[in-house]
Structures are given as structure tokens and as C-alpha cells.
């Protein structure tokens, strides 16, 4: 992530993901098991303008990764 952040030709987008009660189950689950072992969720890319997309658990009452500081943009809404 350092590497990317600091990178001319990266950008660095944090989405925010938002499930309903019907997906609650299957998103806390992936969530969970992310967390638990530490890693990172990896979506292949499909087109040229996304090269790389990673998927990293935020926990609700965890510390935002120092790297993904600060927060620039229109902003996210987070809850600490």
C-alpha cells in the first residue's frame, strides 16, 4: 500500500460498503474472515481503467491504516 501511495500514475479510492439485512450474513462473513487472518480480498481486474482493486476490513472501532491518511477527496463518512 506504501508503494502504491506514493506512486505518480495510483490513485487510492476508499469505498465504503453498505449491505442490507438480506446480505448481512455473507458480508460479515467475508468481513470475518479477511479480519481474523489479516489479509486483504483481491477482485481481478476487468477493464483498463482499474488495474488492481484490494478489499481491506476496516473494522467499525479500528485505527485507519496511517498509509490511507489523510483523507483527501469529497470524504467518506467514518464513525471513530
Known amino acids: 500500500m506504501k ?3 506514493y506512486s505518480s500514475r495510483t490513485e487510492i479510492g476508499i469505498i465504503k460498503f453498505v449491505s442490507s439485512r438480506d ?3 455473507g458480508y460479515d462473513a467475508f468481513f470475518n474472515y479477511l479480519d481474523s487472518r489479516g489479509r486483504y480480498g483481491v477482485v ?3 477493464g483498463k481503467l482499474l488495474k ?3 478489499i481491506l476490513p476496516l473494522p467499525k472501532n479500528g485505527d485507519v ?3 490511507l491518511l489523510p483523507f483527501d477527496g ?3 463518512q467514518f464513525y471513530f
Open 74 to 76: 469529497p470524504g467518506i
Open 65 to 67: 491504516p496511517e498509509v
Open 52 to 54: 488492481d482493486f484490494y
Open 3 to 5: 508503494k502504491l501511495k
Open 44 to 46: 481481478g481486474s476487468t
Open 23 to 25: 446480505e448481512r450474513v
